[in-house]
């Protein structure tokens, strides 16, 4: 009965900034990875940035330097700080989660990113 709920989208003009939230629920287990993945109209879902139990993290290319993802493991919730937003980063954000203790890889059901120019 893992959940994983996503808030935080919305629309924002270029150069804009939002924060996304991914908040776990039903896991005795702290996610061995979380992460941030999106999917424009038309194209394959791409991993944004993952972040393990011990806060190792990784960024895609497009945007490094600009968003910045993080973890509260206490609250079992992750977050994307998302700055300089362009119109390419319009997509549905989705959130993943991997448990290897209960065999769990999940995901929430994505929060629009709406990125005008």
């Known amino acids: 009965q893992v959940q994983l709920v996503e808030s935080g989208g919305g629309l924002v003009q270029a150069g804009g900034s939002l924060r996304l939230s991914c908040v776990v629920s039903g896991s005795i287990f702290v996610p061995n990875v979380m992460g941030w993945y999106r999917q424009a109209p038309g194209k394959q879902r791409e991993l944004v940035a993952d972040?393990?139990?011990?806060?190792?993290?990784n960024y895609a290319d497009s945007v490094k330097g600009r968003f910045t993802i993080s973890r509260d493991n206490a609250q079992n919730t992750m977050y994307l700080q998302m700055n300089s937003l362009k119109p390419e980063d319009t997509a549905v954000y989705y959130c993943?989660?991997?448990?290897?203790?209960?065999?769990?890889?999940?995901w929430g059901r994505g929060t629009q990113v709406t990125v005008s120019s």
């Open positions: 972040i393990t139990s011990g806060g190792r993290t």
């Open positions: 993943n989660a991997v448990i290897i203790r209960s065999s769990y890889n999940g």
